[in-house]
């Protein structure tokens, strides 16, 4: 399978240069989605052997793992593993993703950071744990790390996805729309790997996000109305 690293970063210099030489060092292309960095993220990733696509202005995960995936759709790939770029996840774990692609009847691995997450912040695995529950719920399934971004995705996937949104709420919305459109996912365990830098993701503004999107799921006819108010 031709298969492809795909890196949202956003103010990641200091890690995103060794992570890529990390993944290419296993004879894998990275492309890295710069989401208006104010650092020198995308100068480093280029200068590691990545490409690198990049926006002007912060727009989010999900604009950006948009963005990657049409890219690498175009250039053919099989398949695509998506990674953070602030090294909580281990290239170590990738040829784990590779071995379960090999399976025809699997179509989204997501990584499981769950089964042994004591280097989890307290608050993130509260949080992780109802988030996941829920989508578990959603897709009648379960899905023990439903917000964890290291994931493969065949490209028979991708073709089908139709994400709508821009921030980390992508990572529940992946998983909702393949498995509705029929597709198999599979979770399988990974590392919990957890440095002394800040987090990207706000546990208040990110929570709330994910319950608008969820009520989205539940009450679309409310948002409708509301949207079509706003446009009026």
């Known amino acids: 399978m031709r298969i492809c690293v795909l890196i949202p970063s956003y103010n990641e210099s200091r890690t995103i240069g060794s992570l890529i030489e990390r993944v290419k060092a296993k004879g894998l292309n990275v492309v890295v989605v710069d989401d208006g960095s104010a650092d020198p993220t995308a100068e480093v990733a280029k200068q590691s052997g990545a490409y690198v696509l990049r926006h002007e202005q912060n727009k989010g995960k999900g604009a950006s793992l948009k963005e990657g995936f049409r890219y690498i759709l175009k250039q053919d790939y099989d398949a695509v593993i998506t990674m953070d770029g602030d090294n909580q996840h281990s290239p170590e774990d990738i040829p784990k993703f590779i071995k379960e692609a090999a399976n025809p009847d699997l179509d989204m691995i997501v990584g499981n950071r769950m089964s042994s997450n004591k280097n989890m912040p307290l608050i993130r695995r509260i949080t992780n744990h109802l988030m996941s529950s829920l989508i578990s719920i959603i897709c009648w399934r379960n899905i023990p790390d439903s917000q964890c971004g290291l994931r493969l995705i065949k490209k028979n996937v991708l073709e089908k996805l139709n994400p709508i949104s821009s921030n980390y709420e992508i990572e529940s919305e992946t998983i909702i729309e393949a498995h509705h459109k029929g597709f198999k996912i599979k979770s399988i365990p990974i590392q919990t790997i957890y440095a002394k830098q800040a987090?990207?993701?706000?546990?208040?503004?990110?929570?709330?996000?994910?319950?608008?999107?969820?009520l989205k799921i539940f009450c679309p006819l409310l948002f409708n109305k509301q949207e079509n108010r706003l446009r009026r």
Do not use: A, G, K, L
């Open 199 to 214: 987090s990207q993701i706000n546990p208040v503004i990110d929570t709330v996000r994910f319950f608008r999107f969820i």
